[in-house]
């Protein structure tokens, strides 16, 4: 995502580059947890009994979701806050993020990754997945 990010950043939310990189990074950022099933299958070869009922039911939420929000997702803005006289950008504000629905889509998503991360890996590399896809979640808040 940070790839995105600098695109955002670096061009104002009224561009085409920014209306369009928009789609394309909300894609992106949902296609995340699918991405990570397809690489445990191809390099464990195998995945746990949860990982494909849940990834099944995260894919038909996800896709009903981003049709859903797909056309009043139109640009990435930023967010500014007040610093003496001088506005300053504090962050990005991602609309898929706010849309109708997105607590419950982004429940899923996270509880997505965590079952995979938790279910397909062991020892101090479960502990970490899980660790720091919910520390990450947290700090985006």
Do not use: C
Not at 28 to 48: A, K, S
Not at 70 to 97: A, C, D
Request: proline share 3%; glycine share 2%; hydrophobic share 50%.
């Amino acid at each position: 995502m940070q790839f995105w990010d600098i695109i955002f950043w670096t061009n104002d939310e009224n561009t085409k580059l920014n209306k369009y990189t928009t789609k394309i990074a909300m894609l992106w950022n949902h296609f995340e947890p699918i991405i990570l099933f397809l690489l445990i299958v191809f390099y464990r070869m195998t995945n746990g009994p949860i990982s494909f009922p849940i990834i099944l039911l995260y894919t038909i939420i996800m896709i009903m979701y981003t049709l859903n929000t797909w056309n009043n997702v139109v640009k990435t803005g930023k967010y500014y806050r007040k610093e003496g006289n001088k506005e300053i950008k504090n962050s990005l504000f991602w609309e898929w993020n706010y849309t109708e629905w997105a607590f419950p889509f982004y429940t899923i998503f996270l509880i997505t990754l965590v079952v995979l991360s938790y279910e397909n890996f062991s020892g101090s590399i479960r502990i970490l997945f899980v660790f720091f896809i919910i520390f990450t979640f947290l700090f985006s808040l």
